[in-house]
């Protein structure tokens, strides 16, 4: 599935973009290849499924990366992890299968991201759904795209300014009683239930949702870096659930205060709130959820 690169020529990052649409492409038919079939499940723990389409796009894509940039490290979901990567100033941080229980169950809310770090700031985001053929492209400081039935449309965050207005997304396979709470409490206007980060990036950085958020463990770099790029490129906020900035191509990649993205207009309020909700159920600032 070729996908046309929407930056200018000789813009920042443009081959690396290149570069990645190019590996996707193939990825996701890797992907879609495994998608709705009969495939053995195996556990990393009681609620982390992995398949062979995680592994077997996981080595495609780390194999092509390390070939069109050798000297960049590599953090993978489905790679062994190695300390090689913290000495290096370009990170890219890749999950293979976003997704993998709405993967398994052959619901296709499941997309391949691939994240770039520079010096611990996400620098470029891509997130593709490989059955409908969704990309979401983003860099900071030079734009945010959405493509959608073969159109490339740029992509904003909206200007919801009033909680009782907002549209929120939230986990489809991971919701605690915490964000119930933090969803009943807040009054929002609606709220979606939708299976991987990436999809809950990609409707708040084209106005279909206000906001995401996730106040629990369980989030890895992998799960964020490249909706976090995604989300401020196209003009967004990201922090912690204690509003703190994020950084990346960390010794320790779990994140273990979650996250909050939104357009921005009530982003304290909403970092007020959920914070608050958090400290009821036992949960502060130095510890997080670990």
Not at 50 to 64: L, P, Q
Not at 82 to 96: A, F, G, H, N, Q
Not at 111 to 118: E, H, K, S, T
């Amino acid at each position: 599935m070729p996908i046309a690169n929407p930056m200018p020529k000789g813009a920042w990052l443009h081959r690396e973009t290149d570069t990645v649409l190019e590996i996707l492409g193939t990825a996701g038919d890797i992907v879609s290849g495994y998608f709705a079939k009969d495939t053995d499940v195996e556990f990393k723990n009681i609620d982390e499924p992995v398949t062979a389409a995680d592994r077997e796009c996981s080595a495609f894509i780390t194999s092509n990366l390390r070939h069109a940039f050798p000297d960049d490290g590599i953090l993978s979901e489905e790679e062994l992890d190695t300390t090689e990567r913290l000495s290096k100033e370009r990170v890219w941080i890749i999950d293979p299968l976003d997704g993998t229980q709405e993967f398994v169950i052959g619901l296709p809310q499941f997309v391949i991201m691939v994240g770039l770090a520079i010096q611990g700031k996400p620098c470029l985001g891509i997130v593709l759904q490989p059955t409908s053929g969704l990309v979401y492209i983003g860099i900071p400081g030079i734009g945010a795209w959405v493509h959608r039935n073969g159109c490339t449309l740029p992509a904003r965050a909206g200007h919801r300014d009033e909680l009782s207005h907002m549209r929120v997304a939230v986990s489809r396979s991971h919701l605690t009683a915490l964000m119930e709470t933090c969803l009943d409490d807040a009054g929002f206007a609606e709220h979606t239930r939708i299976g991987s980060a990436g999809l809950k990036a990609g409707l708040v950085a084209e106005d279909r949702a206000d906001c995401w958020f996730h106040a629990s463990i369980g989030l890895k770099e992998w799960d964020v870096c490249a909706p976090h790029a995604i989300l401020e490129a196209a003009g967004a906020t990201v922090t912690d659930c204690w509003g703190r900035d994020r950084r990346y191509n960390q010794a320790d990649y779990h994140l273990r205060h979650g996250v909050i993205a939104s357009n921005g207009r009530r982003h304290a309020q909403l970092i007020d709130h959920i914070s608050r909700v958090c400290a009821d159920h036992g949960f502060h600032r130095d510890n997080g959820f670990a």
